[in-house]
């Protein structure tokens, strides 16, 4: 179908902008994808789109996409962290010192990354798994190798410097095909959405409400599992298991990052132990939080 029909769509204003249907939806994705169309358009599209507001089927419909080109590898009893791709600021990554507490669970981490995209210019996955000693049970995809041809529109993304909709579908590429999924969002209708997007995919998922999209949990916070009739929500707080934390960063550099890990203090050491029981409680290993922190005890 030619692309000026998706433009169209997304771009004409109010009384003419439209929902794709699935069948436009893959279609535009794959001429996307496929580099079949001129970059100016596909600018155009991913703006129109942006100020319209993807619907969760046209972003369904993406990931169904996505996962025809992904180079899957199976990493079972794993669990995947859906990390955003525009890296973090305020502080440094758990999930480096949260693997060794699962170990004797023989349960898994997987994380993904890629160069940094827009729209924030923080601290990537990829920065850390490449510059640090993973143990072995965490398991880092790059984009760039399981996922090329989107790794491939990152410059046009650059050119808008803004969030366009594959900030959302990229969180979650599944490249391991886990069984497990835990990933964040910050206000409630997110939950909601990344639900009806993703869930599907996992035997279990679950969405922490934290700050910069992290699946990883510094402070008091809200969490949903869902269910069969819906979400359920629990709280984690910190200061329950004794844990009082609350060094941030104006803007963290990859060597303060990376040093956090290395040399982590008593609090952060406690704060991957919590998280660990909240991966642990994601993979179905425990009934809660905290028969899941007792376990590690």
């Known amino acids: 179908?030619?692309?000026?029909?998706y433009i169209?769509?997304?771009?004409t204003g109010p009384k003419s902008n439209r929902e794709l249907t699935q069948e436009e939806m893959k279609d535009c994705i794959r001429q996307i994808l496929n580099e079949e169309v001129q970059s100016e358009l596909v600018v155009a599209f991913l703006l129109g789109w942006r100020v319209r507001l993807e619907t969760n089927a046209e972003l369904k419909?993406?990931?169904d996409v996505c996962?025809?080109?992904?180079?899957?590898?199976?990493i079972p009893n794993s669990i995947e962290l859906g990390f955003p791709y525009d890296g973090k600021t305020d502080g440094t990554y758990l999930f480096p010192l949260v693997a060794k507490y699962l170990k004797k669970f023989d349960l898994n981490i997987v994380v993904s990354g890629d160069v940094l995209q827009p729209a924030k210019?923080?601290?990537?996955?990829k920065d850390i798994a490449t510059n640090i000693k993973l143990d072995e049970n965490i398991h880092y995809f790059d984009r760039k190798e399981f996922l090329p041809k989107l790794s491939a529109i990152t410059d046009l993304r650059k050119i808008l410097k803004l969030r366009s909709a594959f900030n959302t579908v990229e969180k979650l590429l599944n490249p391991a095909n886990s069984k497990?999924?835990?990933?964040?969002a910050y206000h409630k209708p997110y939950v909601e959405k990344y639900s009806e997007i993703f869930a599907s995919n996992y035997e279990k998922f679950v969405v922490v409400k934290a700050a910069e999209g992290r699946p990883e949990i510094f402070n008091k916070s809200k969490a949903w599992v869902k269910m069969q009739n819906g979400l359920e929500e629990f709280i984690i707080d910190p200061a329950y298991y004794g844990i009082n934390y609350d060094k941030s960063f104006d803007k963290i550099t990859l060597e303060e990052a990376i040093n956090e890990i290395n040399n982590p203090c008593a609090n952060l050491e406690k704060l991957a132990k919590l998280n660990a029981a909240l991966h642990l409680y994601c993979a179905n290993k425990a009934e809660d939080i905290n028969s899941a922190y007792e376990m590690l005890d």
């Open 67 to 74: 996962n025809e080109y992904i180079k899957k590898v199976n």
């Open 121 to 125: 210019d923080g601290i990537t996955i």
């Open 8 to 11: 169209k769509a997304v771009g």
């Open 61 to 63: 419909a993406t990931l």
């Open 1 to 5: 179908m030619s692309f000026f029909k």
């Open 180 to 184: 497990f999924a835990l990933t964040s």
